[in-house]
């Protein structure tokens, strides 16, 4: 059996020179969880996400994920099933038609070359329109990627995790490119699809309204410490307020 925890984030702290950018942190997250983190800039959401990613490693502490310290997912492979992540550039190659970028989802499994001529594989092409669909756009998989709006090149990003399926999908500040009606599309599709393929998803986001529309717990920094950690129906807009020292309108 897996382990019901697929993260345990034990008191990492993580400093910039002088900067401490988290101090002590520490949460458990079980499969299947849709966690937003929110808090004010400058709080460690993004240091956080990129300890999670492998990106940076904490000065002290430990990153627990599926039961092994993340230290032994070394190998790109086996991280590539567990954990994804969705970046604010989505780093698609503009000038690769969609479907290449779909497949690059692959990448990890498969290397680069394997990636790029797995056009030719007609049983990979399948599982990528499949994907493509399941974000509305097979009528797209042809064209350049750069010629596709914002909205277009965070669903092909989407589709390209689909393809790779980790565990754990990390998102930091998907939707701060878009307009309200192309980010509330965008959130509804990929907290949609993690529930499908129960995954786990931790986004870090600015507004606080997405964050209670679509994720169901809520975890708050502020000056890389946790501030709250709630289910999100209960948090209270006295808690945001003082989360973001929002001044009362009196
Ligand atoms: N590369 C860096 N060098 C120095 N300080 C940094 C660096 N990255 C982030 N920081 C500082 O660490 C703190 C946390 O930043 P960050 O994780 O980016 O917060 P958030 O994503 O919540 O805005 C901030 O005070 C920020 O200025
Ligand atoms: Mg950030």
Known sequence: MSNQNILEINQISKNYERKIA??????????GELIALIGPSGAGKTTLLNLLATILQPDSGEVIVDGKPITQYADQKKRAKKIGIIRQQ????????VIHNVLAGRLADWGFF???????????????????????????AY???????????????????????PEIILADEPV???????????????TKIAKEEHQTVIASLHSVEYARKYFTRLIALKN???????????????QLQDLYQLKELK
């Open 22 to 31: 988290l101090s002590s942190l520490s949460f458990i997250v079980e499969k």
């Open 143 to 165: 064209e350049r990627t750069s010629n596709l709006s914002g909205g277009e090149q965070q669903r092909v990003a989407l589709a390209r995790l689909l393809m790779q399926k």
């Open 114 to 140: 394997k990636s790029l001529f797995s056009l030719f594989i007609p049983q990979e092409k399948q599982v990528a329109m499949k994907a493509l669909e399941r974000v509305g756009l097979p009528d797209k």
């Open 90 to 97: 989505f780093d698609l190659v503009g000038q690769l038609a």
């Open 176 to 190: 701060a490119s878009l307009d309200p009606a192309r980010a509330d599309d965008i959130l509804d599709m990929l």
């Open 224 to 238: 890389g410490e946790l501030f709250f950690d709630l289910p999100a129906e209960h948090v209270t807009d006295e």
